[in-house]
């Protein structure tokens, strides 16, 4: 048990410094009292001028709020030993939206809210300050070229901006708009009172950039409509090189993703100028993990290791790369995931099988394929309850979400979840199969379009989506026609309720926590953005 509370309101609040202690995010005062209630004018403050923005629930709304806010969401840094001696670091008291401690542990970066706070906007948007302390002295660094951030931040921006600590120099990395349009990447080199420094710079917007744990940068480029990415390695000469590009939405295209040296949370594993890249290595014929090197001179790829056909397998760390000793998890539909240690394809089972939903044992579960009266092949998992009897129909839920698309191909692409073992992680529709229902899962409900005004065609595809969706579960023998109910959650509710209004496919529907009003979401919804 800490001998102070601290306060979770942004992020988890404590991460270890060192063996011996944490860096915790404290209440400043526990016996503080809640500010009271008072009576002030509702004042707002604009500085002139026209801004793109959607309408947001649960904003502050008076003096009161802000106060209260202050009260919820103000900490303290403090190190918390594992002797129970508190260190608080003073000045550093506020409403501290994120802190990154550096790779030595020795120094934090601390963004902190600051007022005026907006009415019409979320927290993420507020105006904001950047700081670095010095954990060793208690003293904040003196960093005149680190990032400066005024006012508030653009709602087409992406909130709080994303920074990158350098794992072996310790520079701290950030990107910024650039004048004209596109980003650059920018790093502060130790002890981070010179100026900084520019590491790459793009057209398009830098996502995902960082140093290998060995130094390496790299970075993903995006294209200001989000459909396209690129990804790119920094040489030695410092010049971008390229090494892959193509379709967000391309899941068959898909390289993978870089294994890392801690999980997920680690910077990217480089060993003797190589980085592994695990992917689902999903095809029309299913998934087919791999593991992969990439050499950072050459940008040549070797294959390492391929799961095989009969059980989805993936790559999840390196215990070794000398030995090339994988670290993987074993799964299918039917089966809990199981973790091994791998080495020269012999397999070493690590713990014991845990099957974290046993009442779901006996249940059937299949893939299943149809095609949309336009041609386009959709696909859904199904979920039919043990011991039932096939001739005759059932109740039926279908579950949805909708997607949207640019292009068909990449509409009728399957995705690695339909051949991997349940994923239930909160109330899941899945609980209607124990009650004697058969159920859909998240059909795929493809939204095809181009530009702004991809969602045109939203109502139309939405309801022929689902049209051949009860058409397969009736000619099947697997449903009703006349008990079938459809639900969906956000997007899914939205959805929900224009079936029930467009359509009569479904005798009821469940639509959990949706926004119905598109007239306040003038500038698009889901990925559009309309003038």
């Not at 404590?14 to 509702?42: F, H, K, T």
């Not at 790299?218 to 971008?240: K, M, N």
């Not at 959650?489 to 926004?515: E, M, P, V």
Request: aromatic share 10%; hydrophobic share 35%; glycine share 8%.
């Amino acid at each position: 048990v800490l001998p102070v509370t601290v306060n979770p309101a942004f992020e988890a609040p404590c991460e270890w410094m060192d063996s011996q202690g944490l860096l915790c995010r404290i209440v400043p005062d526990a016996a503080a009292p809640v500010p009271a209630p008072y009576a002030s004018p509702n004042i707002m403050d604009h500085p002139g001028g026209m801004a793109r923005t959607r309408t947001y629930s649960n904003l502050l709304d008076n003096a009161l709020e802000e106060d209260l806010f202050d009260y919820y969401f103000s900490s303290t840094l403090a190190r918390v030993g594992l002797d129970g001696k508190v260190r608080r670091f003073g000045g550093t008291t506020g409403v501290l939206a994120r802190v990154a401690l550096s790779p030595d542990r020795r120094y934090a970066l601390v963004v902190r809210l600051k007022r005026p706070y907006s009415h019409l906007l979320k927290a993420n948007h507020f105006p904001r300050t950047f700081e670095l302390w010095d954990l060793e002295h208690g003293d904040r660094v003196d960093a005149p070229g680190l990032l400066q951030q005024d006012g508030i931040t653009p709602t087409d921006g992406f909130g709080l901006p994303a920074f990158s600590w350098r794992p072996d120099t310790g520079a701290l990395g950030w990107t910024e708009s650039r004048e004209g349009g596109g980003d650059r990447w920018l790093a502060l080199d130790p002890p981070y009172t010179g100026a900084a420094r520019e590491v790459a710079s793009s057209d398009g917007v830098i996502q995902n950039f960082g140093w290998t744990d060995q130094g390496t940068p790299y970075f993903s480029r995006l294209t200001e409509r989000g459909t396209e990415v690129s990804v790119f390695v920094i040489a030695a000469d410092h010049t971008p090189k390229l090494v892959w590009e193509g379709a967000v939405k391309d899941v068959y295209g898909n390289p993978g993703s870089p294994i890392r040296t801690n999980g997920n949370s680690g910077p990217v594993l480089e060993y003797k100028r190589h980085i592994f890249l695990t992917s689902d290595g999903l095809s029309p014929e299913g998934p087919q993990p791999y593991i992969e090197a990439l050499n950072l001179d050459t940008f040549e790829i070797t294959r390492l290791a391929t799961a095989k056909d009969d059980r989805y397998e993936r790559v999840v760390g390196i215990v070794d790369p000398e030995t090339r000793t994988f670290l993987t998890v074993r799964e299918s539909e039917t089966e809990p995931p199981q973790l091994f240690s791998v080495t020269d394809g012999e397999h070493t089972p690590i713990g014991g099988v845990y099957n974290p939903f046993p009442e779901l044992y006996g249940v059937e579960r299949r893939n299943v394929t149809y095609t949309r009266k336009d041609g386009v092949k959709l696909n859904g998992m199904l979920y039919l309850p043990k011991n039932r009897d096939p001739a005759k129909p059932l109740p039926t839920l279908v579950w949805i979400y909708p997607a949207e698309f640019s292009d068909e191909e990449y509409a009728e692409q399957m995705d690695s979840r339909r051949f991997r073992y349940h994923q239930i992680k909160e109330a899941s529709p899945i609980a209607a199969v124990l009650d004697g229902y058969a159920l859909l899962l998240n059909p795929t409900v493809p939204i095809i379009g181009e530009g702004a005004d991809a969602n045109d065609a939203y109502q139309e595809q939405l309801v022929s989506s689902m049209e051949a969706a009860v058409d397969y579960l009736v000619d099947s023998g697997i449903s009703d026609r006349d008990r079938i109910a459809v639900a969906g959650r956000s997007y899914g509710a939205f959805s929900t309720a224009n079936l029930l209004a467009h359509s009569d496919l479904f005798r009821t529907g469940i639509a959990i926590s949706g926004a119905y009003n598109r007239t306040l979401t003038p500038f698009g919804f889901q990925h559009e953005k309309r003038s």
